[in-house]
């Protein structure tokens, strides 16, 4: 099954890029390049992911509209696509 969120990437300071995810609470990341910080954000959403799947009546939050999003100069939006397959028990 696919989970696509948007994560916000925000520039800070000359080379540094911060993103989070306001859909997916407590996400925050930060690296170097907004690459590093792509990359990041796309595991640190698999694991927010897979944790709340875990859980016994798991609850995914709603998707907020891409355009309705701003990253400021010098950032970016990007959808985070994530994957998860399930096994015994579940339905795709």
Do not use: H, Q
């Not at 911060?18 to 690459?35: R, T």
């Not at 999003?69 to 950032?75: R, T």
């Amino acid at each position: 099954m696919k989970f696509i969120y948007p994560a916000v990437f925000k520039k800070c300071g000359e080379s540094g890029f911060e993103g989070f995810f306001p859909d997916l609470y407590g996400i925050n990341v930060k690296a170097d390049s907004l690459e590093e910080a792509v990359e990041l954000a796309n595991e640190a959403a698999r694991n927010w992911i897979e944790a709340e799947l875990a859980e016994e009546e798991p609850e995914m939050p709603p998707v907020t509209d891409i355009d309705d999003l701003s990253p400021g100069e010098g950032g970016a939006v990007r959808n985070i696509c994530v994957t998860v397959r399930f096994y015994e028990g579940w339905d795709e």
